[in-house]
């Protein structure tokens, strides 16, 4: 059976029933959509592959230790860089 599009179903099937009966089938539609958006806005679990290619390229090649001992060295410097400025007379 081929795929009827929402024009034609209502056309069909919906215009012509009495007013409750399309009162009632709005409301089982409306339910059921509620439903489906409750479970489509869990929170679903993430893929570690997500993430590939993410880190910007400074960091491409680089060992991840190496990476993360670099920077805390190089914020290091920064801060003293930073407070020996505020501490020369």
Request: glycine fraction near 2%.
């Amino acid at each position: 059976m081929a795929m009827q599009t929402a024009d034609e179903i209502y056309a069909t099937y919906i215009k012509n029933l009495p007013i409750e009966e399309r009162i009632r089938l709005i409301e089982r539609i409306s339910r059921e959509l509620a439903t489906e958006l409750e479970v489509s806005s869990k929170p679903r679990e993430r893929d570690w592959r997500e993430l590939a290619g993410r880190l910007p390229y400074p960091a491409v090649e680089e060992d991840a230790q190496g990476w993360i001992s670099r920077t805390r060295r190089e914020a290091d410097e920064y801060r003293e860089r930073q407070w020996k400025h505020l501490l020369e007379p």
